[in-house]
């Protein structure tokens, strides 16, 4: 007898049958056991479980992207026929430019109406604000505040959400280094460590605690890349770099919006060296895909497929989507290219459907984390709309962002902060009175004007003991200076003049290159004028780049850079004219004396003739018109208290190669107003091959001081600081010589030291 006989007594055939049950017990008990291993219902077990119902052409349709019909940031689509029919049809993965729950319902419940059901993804510029508007990015990264940018992200990705919002195409992460670019505006300036912190703040504002959460809007990393760059500062022109260049200064911030677990990438109109962004393998596989390992998709920019035949890079939008889907581009903006082409395309097998499903699963896996599946309309509260939007604590955050973006350009004989009980104050300037226009560039309509707060509300609120004038002077772009009379009288009958000055909002921005970054019109002979009443001086320059006003510079006793500063512009403004907060905002960008000096960026490298000194011309790399230096550099901005910075130390003057130093030093606020600094510490590697700047940022750190308080300060130097590619992009370090240098401003140096790093 055996040991089934003993279990299982009876016939052979009985025997058998239960011989066979155990076995099917067995199998279905690992099988389960295996699933559960596995995630059963895991993201992506769904997202391979979905694809495999679907027809070619409900992939193809996950891939391409509409515009709404209600606003546009380029050409309003026309000739789609009618995009409901299509989304029923499912032909379509996403909707831009459609907000409010009321309108993102209409297009989510014809998506509901298709075979799959596949929810819509519903994309925005949300670039600086929702309905609360903060400041412009570039004015934002002033304040080196990386808590005050994650928050401001956090609060327009939170009212986006609750205003039908998924997807915000922010932030922009390029580097620049050209005021005449428009998009500098978007962006955090010209450094690639400021860059990536900004970069990542920004990603952590938006996408909060993560993807699914109900006041989380999933961001988009773009332009991919060195857009930034683009010769001339011509929007959407060629970029031609090293490749050393491209990962030294124009790669970490996307690098930087990776680590944070960015959703999507945006490609850039630009081609790189030859190749468009949009049909660039080395991009967007190579590097994105493969050897930093995102996870997420990458959208086109607006019809940048398509405009691959005027690069002539293909003949038709046949191959343009064959190069860009094949290339790791998944989500087609506008362009159709995609929705026309994919299928013939997988027909001739020059794209394959591997290729495809690849595309769709990283689009549907966003779509499930997102909550989508689970309730396509879980975005789409009118109740959570109307709570959500415009709040006390959005407003004040707003306000908060403003002031701590205001740099202190000048501020000769303590002009500024202006007393409460000065007599009578003139407001001069055609931004004096300005509203909507405060919101800036990539700003939407989703507040009305009233939510807006202009320089001359903003003063009447604080001014109670002071008789406030007004003169327009001229228009931004004037050529006449019939209202400088006017201007001239209304600034004699006052204690103090406030100039407000600048450019339009939409004279910066996309497709707002400017060859002559001046300011505009008559408004610097405006200024002159009032300045030759002898009367104290204060201008402002609103703009959404460093403009050119050299005049000004050196003539006006007190400039304020007041960028365009959103919703509550006239209310920060005011809090700094009068101190109730104390500027603290530095330069996130180089501004140049004129156009003939640009591209200038500190950390740049030295020649074999520098100059010894600004006015020097003598056989060295110089101008002979034009002094070497720019007019404000990287990091400038100036208190209403000042700073004493000492005691420098190294914990060692020998550093081994995986070894570290501390650097540590003394400042005091030898001032009588608490306030804030942002000590900045640069490296410069005395001898390299290849070349290394002249300086380059490495860590800051802001601090508020009361009037004679004193803090010491350590920053902390390992091996990753002095890291570069080498020729070969191998990130490696060097033995040899660093200088540490501790300041104010890239041109503000207060202490150095060196160390020698070791073999």
Not at 528 to 546: C, D, M, N, Q
Not at 559 to 576: E, F, H, P, R
């Amino acid at each position: 007898m055996t040991i089934l006989d003993f279990i299982y007594p009876g016939n052979s055939f009985t025997k058998m049958n239960r011989i066979k049950s155990i076995i099917i017990t067995f199998v279905l008990f690992f099988t389960a056991f295996g699933f559960a291993f596995a995630q059963p219902g895991s993201i992506p077990q769904k997202v391979e479980a979905l694809v495999r119902k679907m027809t070619l052409a409900e992939k193809i349709g996950q891939l391409n992207q509409y515009n709404g019909d209600w606003a546009a940031t380029g050409p309003v689509t026309t000739d789609v026929g009618n995009k409901l029919d299509a989304i029923k049809r499912g032909e379509v993965g996403s909707i831009l430019n459609i907000v409010g729950v009321q309108h993102t319902r209409v297009f989510q419940e014809a998506a509901m109406q298709s075979r799959l059901k596949i929810p819509l993804l519903f994309g925005q510029d949300v670039i600086h604000g929702y309905s609360v508007t903060f400041p412009i990015p570039l004015a934002e990264a002033a304040s080196w505040d990386l808590a005050v940018i994650e928050r401001s992200a956090r609060i327009a990705g939170t009212e986006a959400a609750a205003g039908g919002v998924h997807w915000t195409f922010a932030p922009m992460v390029d580097i620049a280094r050209d005021p005449r670019w428009g998009r500098v505006m978007e962006g955090a300036g010209e450094d690639p460590y400021l860059g990536s912190l900004i970069a990542t703040a920004r990603v952590k504002g938006f996408q909060g605690k993560g993807l699914g959460n109900l006041d989380a809007v999933m961001a988009c990393a773009k332009h991919f890349t060195a857009y930034g760059a683009a010769i001339g500062g011509r929007d959407y022109n060629s970029v031609d770099m090293s490749l050393r260049t491209l990962w030294e200064v124009y790669l970490p911030p996307f690098k930087a919006a990776v680590d944070a677990g960015v959703g999507t990438f945006m490609n850039s109109f630009n081609d790189l060296n030859g190749t468009p962004a949009s049909a660039s393998h080395y991009l967007q596989r190579d590097i994105l895909k493969d050897k930093w390992g995102f996870k997420g998709f990458v959208v086109s920019d607006w019809g940048s497929i398509g405009e691959m035949i005027n690069h002539g890079y293909v003949k038709d939008n046949y191959d343009a989507a064959e190069a860009a889907i094949n290339a790791g581009n998944d989500m087609d903006m506008e362009s159709r290219s995609y929705i026309n082409n994919l299928a013939k395309l997988v027909a001739a097998k020059k794209v394959s459907v591997k290729t495809i499903d690849e595309a769709v699963s990283r689009i549907l896996t966003k779509k499930y984390e997102l909550g989508l599946f689970d309730d396509p309309y879980r975005f789409s509260n009118a109740e959570r709309e109307k709570s959500m939007l415009n709040t006390g604590e959005h407003i004040a955050a707003a306000r908060d962002a403003a002031r701590k973006s205001i740099v202190l350009m000048k501020n000769d004989n303590q002009l500024l902060p202006l007393s409460k009980n000065t007599g009578s104050i003139a407001l001069i300037g055609p931004m004096v009175k300005l509203k909507k226009e405060n919101k800036g560039f990539w700003s939407l309509d989703v507040g009305d004007e009233s939510q807006v707060v202009s320089l001359y509300e903003g003063m009447q609120q604080q001014a109670s003991k002071t008789k406030l004038l007004y003169a327009k002077g001229c228009d931004v772009t004037d050529t006449s200076r019939a209202a400088f009379k006017e201007a001239y009288l209304t600034a004699m009958q006052a204690d103090v003049v406030v100039m407000a000055m600048g450019e339009r909002f939409d004279m910066t921005g996309e497709a707002k290159s400017r060859a002559n970054i001046h300011l505009p019109g008559v408004q610097e002979e405006l200024i002159k004028a009032i300045v030759a009443t002898g009367k104290p001086v204060v201008v402002l320059l609103y703009a959404g780049r460093p403009m050119v006003f050299d005049w000004t510079a050196d003539h006006a006793p007190a400039i304020l850079y007041t960028w365009w500063l959103g919703n509550q512009a006239g209310n920060a403004i005011a809090d700094v004219l009068y101190g109730n907060y104390n500027p603290s905002a530095k330069l996130p960008i180089t501004f140049p004396r004129t156009e003939g000096q640009i591209p200038i960026y500190y950390n740049h490298y030295n020649t074999g003739r520098p100059a010894k000194t600004d006015s020097d011309v003598n056989y060295t790399s110089a101008y002979i018109d034009l002094l070497n230096s720019p007019k404000f550099a990287f990091g400038h901005g100036l208190s209403y208290t000042t700073f004493k910075y000492d005691n420098l130390k190294l914990s060692k003057k020998n550093m081994l190669k995986d070894g570290a130093i501390t650097v540590s030093f003394d400042l005091q606020n030898t001032g009588k107003y608490p306030g804030e600094e942002v000590v900045q510490l640069y490296l410069r590697d005395i001898v390299s091959q290849p070349l290394r700047p002249v300086k380059e940022l490495k860590d800051f750190k802001k601090l508020l001081l009361q009037p004679g308080g004193k803090k010491t300060i350590t920053f902390t130097i390992n091996k990753d600081k002095l890291a570069f590619y080498n020729d070969q992009l191998q990130w490696i370090t060097q033995p040899g010589e660093f200088r540490v240098m501790i300041g104010s401003a890239s041109d503000d140096i207060r202490l150095q030291d060196s160390f020698i790093l070791a073999n």
